[in-house]
């Protein structure tokens, strides 16, 4: 008898046939990437900034967020070290845009976890499939980004994360314009946070089973069923689930930066004062 095995996807299929019809189903998928993942002209207006005083008329010539995120992937020890980036664990770093009604428009994978999205970007501007800015639109992305007219980065050295501005408002213009940034830029985490709670088999939790070239197609389908998803049926629970772990997330890693820079301002004052004194004391004796 055929053997029964538990799959990634959380159902029960026969073990022979597994990875024939796991592909088979993904290159389904991937044929209809073209109708569900599809890049803004800039003809429009978003319907989040159009409608938002806040954001209109200001923003109204993007035309969404990009970012990227990891997602781990399986590859051999000689490749491994290209692959740890940021997490304990391989992964590639994938790039991404999306529109504020939290849409994917474009998905590039396969880059080592290692690569910035700064080096990313620059690639997928140039690439034959690359990521086409419409003119005179643009697109808003962290301060780990180059900023350039089509990728607008907040202002640094000022007040950026939400977090930040809960209890304070803001106080200056380079302060307001980074507070309606992060609001608006967050669509591309939420975009995020929804695809992995959709599908465990891109949670940073479970081992891949697969290499990276089947790990690109798995993300590149997911993202084509998450457009599906978000045409027909949202699921405002499993927003809002996402919205609260994002903030969750942005307390803690406020609360661990605030520690780490003061501990770091710290040793940094220590070594400034035995610099200027040893500098001192020769200065006074020669």
Same mark, same amino acid.
């Given at each position: 008898?055929?053997?029964?095995?538990?799959?990634?996807?959380?159902?029960?299929?026969?073990?022979?046939?597994?990875?024939?019809?796991?592909?088979?189903?993904?290159?389904?998928?991937?044929?209809?990437?073209?109708? !569900?993942?599809?890049?803004?002209?800039?003809?429009?207006?978003?319907?989040?900034?159009?409608?938002?005083?806040?954001?209109?008329?200001?923003?109204?010539?993007?035309?969404?967020?990009?970012?990227?995120?990891?997602?781990?992937?399986?590859?051999?020890?000689?490749?491994?070290?290209?692959?740890?980036?940021?997490?304990?664990?391989?992964?590639?770093?994938?790039?991404?845009?999306?529109? !504020?009604?939290?849409?994917?428009?474009?998905?590039?994978?396969?880059?080592?976890?290692?690569?910035?999205?700064?080096?990313?970007?620059?690639?997928?501007?140039?690439?034959?499939?690359?990521?086409?800015?419409?003119?005179?639109?643009? &697109?808003?992305?962290?301060?780990? !980004?180059?900023?350039?007219?089509?990728?607008?980065?907040?202002?640094?050295?000022?007040?950026?994360h939400l977090?930040?501005?809960?209890?304070?408002?803001?106080?200056?213009?380079?302060?307001?314009?980074?507070?309606?940034?992060?609001?608006?830029?967050?669509?591309?985490?939420?975009?995020?946070?929804?695809?992995?709670?959709? !599908?465990?088999?891109?949670?940073?939790?479970?081992?891949?089973?697969?290499?990276?070239?089947?790990?690109?197609?798995?993300?590149?389908?997911?993202?084509?069923?998450?457009?599906?998803?978000?045409?027909?049926?949202?699921?405002?629970?499993?927003?809002?689930?996402?919205?609260?772990?994002?903030?969750?997330?942005?307390?803690?890693?406020?609360?661990?930066?605030s520690r780490?820079e003061e501990?770091?301002?710290?040793?940094?004052?220590?070594?400034?004062?035995?610099?200027?004194?040893?500098?001192?004391?020769? &200065?006074?004796?020669?």
């Open positions: 008898m055929p053997k029964i095995v538990q799959s990634n996807f959380g159902f029960d299929i026969f073990g022979e046939t597994t990875s024939q019809h796991f592909h088979s189903v993904l290159r389904v998928i991937i044929a209809i990437e073209e109708k !569900f993942i599809k890049q803004p002209d800039g003809s429009q207006i978003p319907v989040e900034i159009m409608s938002s005083s806040r954001f209109y008329p200001y923003f109204k010539d993007c035309v969404g967020a990009i970012n990227g995120t990891h997602n781990r992937v399986k590859v051999s020890p000689l490749d491994a070290p290209k692959y740890h980036g940021r997490k304990e664990y391989p992964t590639q770093n994938v790039l991404a845009a999306c529109t !504020f009604d939290l849409k994917f428009t474009s998905v590039l994978t396969g880059w080592e976890g290692t690569a910035s999205d700064s080096r990313i970007i620059k690639d997928a501007l140039k690439r034959e499939d690359k990521l086409i800015i419409p003119e005179r639109k643009f &697109y808003l992305v962290d301060a780990g !980004f180059m900023l350039k007219s089509g990728l607008i980065t907040p202002y640094r050295g000022v007040r950026y977090k930040e501005y809960s209890n304070n408002p803001s106080q200056n213009a380079k302060e307001l314009f980074n507070l309606r940034h992060a609001t608006l830029r967050n669509a591309i985490e939420r975009a995020f946070g929804v695809l992995k709670r959709r !599908f465990e088999i891109l949670r940073g939790g479970i081992e891949s089973f697969y290499g990276v070239r089947t790990q690109n197609l798995i993300i590149l389908a997911c993202c084509i069923i998450h457009n599906f998803l978000m045409g027909v049926d949202p699921d405002e629970d499993l927003i809002a689930e996402v919205d609260m772990e994002l903030r969750n997330q942005e307390n803690l890693q406020q609360t661990r930066t780490e501990e770091d301002a710290s040793r940094g004052e220590m070594l400034r004062d035995v610099i200027a004194a040893d500098m001192w004391h020769n &200065y006074k004796n020669c």
